[in-house]
């Protein structure tokens, strides 16, 4: 390969021995490893982030599996070509010869493409190797996805990924023979920010040393040089993928928890990431009323004015507004008592029978209404002692369900203590009438 091809393609590991990282999959004795090496692979599904071997692992198996090997990419192949080569697959499996099919990003692959590669998997034309960067519970068709295996790989760590830029800098094929100089420091800068992704390690590298000059025979690579290549991180977030839910959830849950520095840190992950700053308001909102709810009713003013405030002034200016949100709310005190009440009324809303509204508490918005009983016994509770009046507002067959159970957490206990007593009072009040 020539110097236009990218660093990380010219050193893409053509063996097991080559590969760095994946030591659950590809270690000595692991299941991964021994199907490549006893070139009894099965049909299988790579699971994992951007740049951390799914590609390198379906080119070790192409080159040593004694089969034919065909890839394909979700992007530029349909259904013809599809059927195109399981045709093939299938006159070669005629003559005892396997066909392995790599489908890179299979995830974009829609259900009617990816129904095309089934049948050949079931009778063992092809034996299909997908990757994909999305949860494939989600991505890939459930009858294709039980007949694969499933290996998931993981982000590579810093210290694998200072192990692949020792031995590219080393390398003669990585830079045309070009020795290069550049401190273990550096190296690992670079791996930081890598943010477990061996392609852009290797896209870095490649970066600092095409910027670097050349001392004494060798390319030297400067602190300057690397920390302006290195200036902003890319992060991991995909507004449309699994990520997004995570770190959401991450959120969500580090909120409830009351830690706001890791709800904080998750905010930043979110907003650095290019996430909408209404949709982070919102999901606050919603967390605000579910969450802390009546044991701190100011939190949802807090959380509805954040919300505003991304609205009027936008990115970057309202990352302050939703931090303080986020803040607040983490160290409010929590009651998720309106979230069950109003779950509770929703089961019975759907699962029991419409009954009418009550007589007493209808509008009696006509003559003949009036006539009919609307309304008839209603009593103002403005004007009443205690200002509860003794009228019933549930259907008949719900009378005395209860819905709403207070916390003792912040407000909340002065709620309690207020129910507590318009109970007491109802109570009497019903004795009162009973006699």
Same mark, same amino acid.
């Given at each position: 390969?020539?110097?236009?091809?990218?660093?990380?393609?010219?050193?893409?590991?053509?063996?097991?021995?080559? *590969? !760095?990282?994946?030591?659950?999959?590809?270690?000595?004795?692991?299941?991964?490893?021994?199907?490549?090496?006893?070139?009894?692979?099965?049909?299988?599904?790579?699971?994992?982030?951007?740049?951390?071997?799914?590609?390198?692992?379906?080119?070790?198996?192409?080159?040593?599996?004694? +089969?034919?090997? !065909?890839?394909?990419?979700?992007?530029?192949?349909?259904?013809?070509?599809?059927?195109?080569?399981?045709?093939?697959?299938?006159?070669?499996?005629?003559?005892?010869?396997?066909t392995i099919v790599f489908v890179d990003e299979i995830h974009r692959f829609n259900k009617a493409q990816q129904d095309a590669f089934l049948p050949f998997?079931?009778?063992?034309?092809?034996?299909?190797?997908?990757?994909?960067?999305?949860?494939?519970?989600?991505? !890939?068709?459930?009858?294709?996805?039980?007949?694969?295996?499933?290996? *998931?790989?993981?982000?590579? @760590?810093?210290?694998?990924?200072?192990?692949?830029?020792?031995?590219?800098?080393?390398?003669?094929? +990585?830079?045309?023979?070009?020795?290069?100089?550049?401190?273990?420091?550096?190296?690992?800068?670079?791996?930081?920010?890598?943010?477990?992704?061996?392609?852009?390690?290797?896209?870095?590298?490649?970066?600092?040393? &095409?910027?670097?000059?050349?001392?004494?025979?060798?390319?030297?690579?400067?602190?300057?040089?690397?920390?302006?290549?290195?200036?902003?991180?890319?992060?991991?977030?995909?507004?449309?993928?699994?990520?997004?839910?995570?770190?959401?959830?991450?959120?969500?849950?580090?909120?409830?928890? @009351? =830690?706001? =520095?890791?709800?904080?840190?998750? &905010?930043?992950?979110?907003?650095?990431?290019?996430?909408?700053?209404?949709?982070?308001a919102r999901r606050v909102t919603r967390f605000a009323a579910e969450d802390v709810g009546l044991a701190d009713p100011r939190a949802l003013e807090i959380?509805?004015? +954040?919300?505003?405030?991304?609205?009027?002034?936008?990115?970057?200016?309202?990352?302050?507004?939703?931090?303080?949100?986020?803040?607040?709310?983490? &160290?409010?005190?929590?009651?998720?008592?309106?979230?069950?009440?109003?779950?509770?009324?929703?089961?019975?809303?759907?699962?029991?029978?419409?009954?009418?509204?009550?007589? !007493?508490?209808?509008?009696? +918005?006509?003559?003949?209404?009036?006539?009919?009983?609307?309304?008839?016994?209603?009593?103002?509770?403005?004007?009443?002692?205690?200002?509860?009046?003794?009228?019933?507002?549930?259907? =008949?067959? &719900?009378?005395?369900?209860?819905?709403?159970?207070?916390?003792?957490?912040?407000?909340?206990?002065?709620?309690?203590?207020?129910?507590?007593?318009?109970?007491?009072?109802?109570?009497?009040?019903?004795?009162?009438?009973?006699?």
């Open positions: 390969m020539d110097e236009s091809t990218p660093l990380a393609e010219r050193m893409r590991p053509r063996s097991l021995d080559e *590969v !760095v990282g994946q030591e659950h999959l590809v270690g000595a004795g692991k299941l991964l490893r021994t199907l490549i090496e006893r070139d009894t692979v099965p049909s299988m599904i790579f699971w994992g982030p951007p740049g951390v071997g799914k590609t390198t692992l379906a080119g070790v198996i192409a080159r040593t599996a004694n +089969a034919r090997f !065909v890839t394909f990419s979700a992007v530029t192949s349909g259904i013809k070509e599809i059927k195109e080569v399981m045709s093939g697959a299938d006159e070669g499996r005629a003559f005892g010869r396997k998997v079931e009778r063992g034309s092809i034996i299909l190797v997908g990757a994909t960067t999305e949860n494939p519970s989600f991505e !890939v068709n459930g009858a294709l996805l039980s007949r694969c295996k499933l290996f *998931v790989l993981k982000p590579l @760590s810093e210290d694998a990924l200072l192990t692949l830029l020792r031995r590219t800098a080393a390398d003669p094929r +990585a830079f045309g023979g070009r020795r290069v100089s550049i401190q273990d420091p550096l190296l690992r800068a670079i791996a930081v920010f890598a943010n477990g992704d061996a392609r852009a390690a290797l896209s870095t590298l490649e970066m600092v040393v &095409l910027n670097s000059d050349e001392k004494d025979g060798a390319v030297e690579v400067t602190e300057e040089c690397v920390r302006e290549c290195t200036a902003r991180k890319s992060l991991l977030y995909d507004k449309t993928g699994e990520e997004h839910y995570n770190i959401i959830s991450a959120l969500h849950k580090s909120m409830r928890n @009351s =830690d706001p =520095d890791a709800a904080v840190y998750w &905010l930043a992950r979110m907003l650095e990431g290019g996430e909408d700053p209404l949709y982070v959380a509805v004015a +954040a919300f505003h405030a991304c609205h009027f002034i936008g990115m970057p200016e309202c990352t302050v507004h939703l931090a303080e949100a986020v803040i607040y709310l983490s &160290l409010a005190p929590k009651s998720n008592s309106s979230y069950i009440a109003y779950e509770r009324a929703k089961r019975d809303a759907l699962e029991k029978s419409a009954e009418p509204v009550p007589l !007493v508490i209808r509008n009696a +918005a006509t003559k003949l209404m009036k006539e009919i009983g609307y309304g008839r016994g209603y009593r103002l509770a403005h004007y009443e002692e205690n200002k509860i009046a003794d009228i019933q507002c549930l259907p =008949d067959s &719900l009378v005395g369900t209860e819905y709403y159970t207070p916390t003792e957490e912040g407000v909340e206990a002065r709620i309690k203590a207020r129910l507590a007593a318009v109970k007491e009072w109802k109570a009497k009040l019903a004795a009162g009438r009973k006699r």
